[in-house]
């Protein structure tokens, strides 16, 4: 398997990090999940724009361009034998003394892994999956808003209580916030649908602000579909006409089956994916061949 560290794509077991990197050490780092299409990477600007912005928060001194990003994606593909893959792109913090810093990292580490995408076919895609309520909550961000950081306990141990709740096979699971709020899932943002308006949790719960979110909100208003961002409750989900999760790996993918904490579960819609989950899916892939 071949990854690309530092701008040179070498073997994964060549591949060697400091133990001083400051992205083992302390967890500074932060990195960006996103898909192929064709061999182009899709949305990779805002990708990047996203990763940039964390990293000068954090004092992070990594400015890569668009085209070297593409341009070893393209090498890194090709050596794994790959046509289009799974992406992703960490940039940790760098070497640094043991202790916490003063001053900025001027030399961060960068790293580029790609593997095959899932595969799944789009009748059992638009069968949906089911949606469990976790009793996990989402802890709040270390700064104003969430970055999409190496500090990923709080997903570990939603997906540990998740497999743990003999959930059904590919389901995904539900945070709230800790007053109770709709939060994300543990590697989606979601969605639903009630009398043909699109709602969704606000940024302000302290949620990922979604690549894959903000597109299909920016879908949705060229469909001429009301759109609302706001605070909402379990109850609201379970009254929805339709639920989807979006990531930039999976798409959207259509919520079937809504199981509480206790294992009751609730049947969305006729048990299918429903006409906004796929009207949006088509538009979404028609912008995927743009990319």
């Known amino acids: 398997m071949k990854v690309a560290l530092n701008?040179?794509?070498?073997?994964?077991?060549?591949?060697?990090?400091?133990?001083?990197?400051?992205?083992?050490?302390?967890g500074l780092g932060l990195f960006e999940t996103f898909r192929t299409y064709g061999g182009s990477p899709y949305l990779l600007?805002?990708?990047?724009?996203?990763?940039?912005?964390?990293?000068?928060?954090?004092?992070?001194?990594?400015?890569?361009?668009?085209?070297?990003?593409?341009?070893?994606?393209?090498?890194?593909?090709?050596?794994?034998?790959?046509?289009?893959?799974?992406?992703?792109l960490t940039v940790s913090a760098g070497a640094g003394e043991l202790g916490l810093p003063?001053?900025?990292?001027?030399?961060?580490?960068?790293?580029?892994?790609?593997?095959?995408?899932?595969?799944?076919?789009?009748?059992?895609?638009?069968?949906?999956?089911?949606?469990?309520?976790?009793?996990?909550?989402?802890?709040?961000?270390?700064?104003?808003?969430?970055?999409?950081?190496?500090?990923?306990?709080?997903?570990?141990?939603?997906?540990?209580?998740?497999?743990?709740?003999?959930?059904?096979?590919?389901?995904?699971?539900?945070?709230?916030?800790?007053?109770?709020?709709?939060?994300?899932?543990?590697?989606s943002n979601v969605f639903f649908a009630r009398d043909g308006i699109v709602y969704t949790p606000d940024i302000e719960t302290g949620i990922l602000p979604g690549i894959?979110?903000?597109?299909?909100?920016?879908?949705?208003?060229?469909?001429?579909?009301?759109t609302k961002e706001g605070l909402f409750r379990w109850k609201q989900l379970l009254s929805a006409d339709e639920v989807w999760l979006t990531n930039s790996i999976q798409e959207l993918v259509p919520v079937t089956l809504l199981t509480d904490s206790e294992g009751n579960s609730v049947q969305v819609g006729a048990g299918g994916a429903g006409p906004l989950t796929r009207k949006l899916l088509a538009m979404y892939r028609e912008d995927t061949g743009d990319c």
């Open 45 to 88: 600007e805002r990708h990047l724009d996203r990763l940039l912005a964390g990293c000068k928060a954090l004092g992070i001194r990594y400015e890569p361009s668009l085209e070297d990003v593409k341009r070893l994606l393209t090498e890194l593909l090709a050596a794994s034998s790959l046509t289009d893959g799974y992406v992703r």
């Open 212 to 226: 894959t979110r903000k597109r299909v909100l920016e879908l949705a208003s060229l469909a001429g579909v009301e």
């Open 102 to 187: 003063s001053g900025d990292y001027e030399q961060p580490t960068e790293l580029i892994m790609v593997k095959e995408l899932p595969r799944i076919t789009d009748e059992a895609l638009l069968r949906g999956k089911e949606l469990r309520l976790l009793g996990t909550s989402r802890n709040t961000p270390e700064g104003d808003i969430r970055f999409k950081s190496l500090h990923y306990m709080n997903n570990i141990i939603a997906k540990r209580e998740l497999q743990a709740a003999g959930a059904s096979p590919g389901a995904e699971g539900l945070m709230l916030t800790r007053d109770g709020w709709l939060a994300e899932g543990i590697v």
């Open 7 to 26: 701008g040179s794509i070498v073997e994964a077991s060549e591949a060697v990090i400091p133990v001083y990197d400051h992205g083992f050490l302390y």
